[in-house]
């Protein structure tokens, strides 16, 4: 399960969950699938992101998404400041990264694409284009 704004997003990879929304409209996600609950009550089930069940394992998993989907889930383990400059927020990431450790994925990526990794304070660290 993820809050993904006003919404939440639940996918289920092992049995099945009941979700609830707050207006009571329920349904059961079986294994595979997911749904969005928000104000309106859960969306139509849909086949679950097999990318999405990697981060039980400590990994992401980039599928030629956007450096910025990328970094923006990087946020969410990262203690300090961590930017992307605009001019790198496009370019397109493939493989599979350790979810827990920013700072070495990122250093995998500026290895693998045109980026250029600077850390001007220990917290800090900033992405930019080559």
Same mark, same amino acid.
């Given at each position: /399960?993820?809050?993904?704004?006003?919404?939440?997003?639940?996918?289920?990879?092992?049995?099945?969950?009941?979700?609830?929304?707050?207006?009571?409209?329920?349904?059961?996600?079986?294994?595979?699938?997911?749904?969005?609950?928000?104000?309106?009550?859960?969306?139509?089930?849909?086949?679950?992101?097999?990318?999405?069940?990697?981060?039980?394992?400590?990994?992401?998993?980039?599928?030629?998404?956007?450096?910025?989907?990328?970094?923006?889930?990087?946020?969410?383990?990262?203690?300090?400041?961590?930017?992307?400059?605009?001019?790198?927020?496009?370019?397109?990431?493939?493989?599979?990264?350790?979810?827990?450790?920013?700072?070495?994925?990122?250093? /995998?990526?500026?290895?693998?694409?045109?980026?250029?990794?600077?850390?001007?304070?220990?917290?800090?660290?900033?992405?930019?284009?080559?």
């Amino acid at each position: /399960m993820r809050l993904d704004g006003p919404q939440t997003l639940l996918a289920v990879y092992h049995g099945a969950v009941e979700a609830r929304a707050q207006t009571g409209v329920s349904v059961i996600v079986p294994a595979g699938q997911q749904t969005r609950l928000g104000d309106d009550g859960p969306t139509a089930l849909e086949p679950a992101d097999p990318a999405r069940e990697a981060w039980t394992r400590g990994l992401l998993v980039a599928q030629n998404i956007p450096l910025a989907e990328l970094v923006q889930e990087l946020r969410r383990h990262y203690p300090g400041h961590l930017s992307l400059a605009p001019e790198a927020a496009s370019l397109r990431v493939f493989g599979s990264y350790p979810a827990n450790d920013p700072e070495r994925t990122l250093a /995998m990526l500026e290895s693998v694409i045109s980026i250029r990794v600077r850390r001007p304070l220990p917290w800090w660290i900033s992405v930019d284009g080559r």
